[in-house]
């Protein structure tokens, strides 16, 4: 049988001797504030008695406590909090971050026996659901409760109470202990910039730095992504980014493109090929992405494989909920992936209910142009369709266009449809030519549109508007010269 216990280099526990000033106002019960030590080093006793120690690194420590600290924003503002007061409201949640990475620790203490870095999805089903039942426990006050933490929020006591904490009162833990030492934000600021900032100054830059230059990513390019994902200059070369890489370049992805992935979505390097990632793949294969496009897909929306299979179900489930077959599933994954970005019940289901008040058949509509989905009801879908009701267009008649040309809505009101509606008056086409082929708002105006209908008017002949503007330059020479010629026949 093997026993765990810990052992330090400096002390671990410290207790809270008095209420911080600014939160004297409030009536608290005092719990133990942890320190770390500069290193945690784990005892595991074997049945024969000899014992091996494994030390566990301080830069990955440091990565998977900045990949807590990313997952619990992401959870703060999936609460409803905005992405910059969420930003700032991590700045004082440093004891909190503490706690999760302990809970880290105990969940994987056995990854840490020997040595194997944690993924990105790992620590987020760790720390997820532990922050739901929180969320859960403490309702409305949640946000507290992180805030203040260790000094949990209770019902009124004296203020006595709050000056005079007992001093009996311990806290002992058998987790093991983080070994980030944070006790200034001057310190926290150090780790997470100095690799992006001083980059330049360093004489023997880092394996990884040298590797994601070799592969053609500009210096500024890493100093970004490390400041806005700072776990991302701790990952290392060998276990993670360089594997990851070899991936992708083995998938047909231009090594010119690696650099742009990366500075999209530099998480994709944090992720267990073998645990994740192709696991990942072979799902979203199952939900009908097309395995010869991989590259496009990824090129085109790198996050998708860094999402959950949970919310990938849950929008493909919602997609044959608005009746998508099985293939017009598969084409919109590997057209669109970002689609895999929006929420079902605050982007998706809101959007299609907008589309079906006008009679726009929203599964017709997804599977044609699911980029409207993603475009704001109130300042982009509704001003288009008033933009034609204004017109003299009935309702009937511009879903009509809508599902014909889902890009519709796609296209500027002041920019586009507004030049190319008034063009369209000088052509002498009824209004009914547009219904029947509304993709001439997609053709450039000054470089189609006008060139064009200034060859037929100038030959005397007339052409459906679709015959003016989707046809080749050969073919439309072609039907040109053929209807002059019929019409100088009959003359």
């Not at 207790?15 to 106002?25: E, I, Y």
């Not at 880290?104 to 620590?123: A, C, D, F, Q, W």
């Not at 996050?303 to 909920?321: G, H, I, N």
């Amino acid at each position: 049988m093997k026993a765990f216990s810990l052992f330090r280099t400096s002390d671990t526990l410290s207790l809270f001797a008095a209420a911080s000033p600014a939160v004297s106002s409030r009536s608290y019960n005092f719990r133990t504030q942890l320190s770390f030590p500069q290193r945690l080093v784990f005892c595991r006793a074997e049945t024969d008695g000899s014992v091996s120690l494994v030390n566990v690194p301080p830069s990955l420590l440091l990565a998977e406590r900045e990949e807590a600290k990313a997952v619990l924003h992401m959870f703060l503002t999936n609460q409803g909090m905005n992405r910059i007061n969420a930003a700032r409201k991590m700045k004082k949640l440093d004891l909190f971050v503490d706690h999760l990475m302990l809970r880290l620790h105990t969940v994987y203490k056995t990854r840490y026996l020997v040595g194997r870095e944690l993924t990105t999805p790992e620590i987020r089903d760790a720390l997820i659901p532990y922050l739901e039942e929180l969320v859960e426990e403490h309702g409305d006050s949640f946000v507290e409760v992180l805030e203040y933490f260790p000094i949990p929020l209770v019902k009124e006591k004296s203020e006595e109470a709050v000056q005079k904490p007992p001093s009996n009162v311990t806290e002992t833990s058998t987790m093991p202990v983080s070994t980030v030492s944070e006790p200034t934000t001057s310190s926290k600021k150090q780790t997470t910039t100095t690799r992006a900032s001083n980059i330049d100054d360093t004489p023997n830059l880092p394996p990884h730095i040298v590797y994601l230059e070799q592969l053609g990513m500009e210096r500024d390019v890493i100093k970004e992504v490390i400041r806005k994902f700072p776990a991302f200059g701790y990952y290392s070369l060998e276990g993670k980014i360089k594997p990851v890489v070899e991936f992708l370049l083995d998938l047909g992805i231009a090594k010119s493109d690696i650099p742009v992935i990366i500075s999209k979505r530099p998480q994709l390097c944090g992720i267990s090929l073998s645990d994740n990632l192709i696991p990942t793949m072979a799902f979203l294969e199952d939900l009908g992405v097309d395995k010869k496009k991989w590259a496009k897909v990824i090129q085109r929306f790198p996050a998708l494989l860094t999402y959950s299979r949970s919310k990938l179900q849950a929008t493909v489930d919602y997609f044959y909920e608005m009746g998508l077959s099985s293939q017009d599933v598969g084409k919109v994954l590997t057209r669109y992936p970002s689609i895999i970005s929006y929420s079902v019940e605050e982007k998706l289901r809101p959007t299609a209910e907008y589309f079906s008040s006008i009679g726009v058949n929203p599964a017709v509509l997804m599977s044609r142009c699911p980029q409207a989905f993603g475009l704001s009801i109130e300042s982009s879908l509704k001003p288009v369709t008033e933009f034609f009701l204004q017109k003299g267009y009935h309702i009937a008649d511009f879903a009509l266009m809508a599902s014909r040309y889902g890009a519709l809505y796609t296209i500027s009101v002041e920019d586009n449809l507004l030049p190319k509606w008034e063009y369209f008056l000088t052509m002498e086409y009824p209004k009914t030519e547009l219904v029947k082929f509304p993709q001439y708002f997609g053709y450039s105006l000054e470089d189609r549109i006008k060139p064009r209908h200034e060859i037929v008017r100038e030959s005397g002949v007339r052409l459906l508007l679709n015959q003016v503007l989707s046809l080749s330059d050969e073919d439309f020479q072609k039907l040109v010269k053929r209807k002059v010629k019929k019409k100088n026949a009959c003359a």
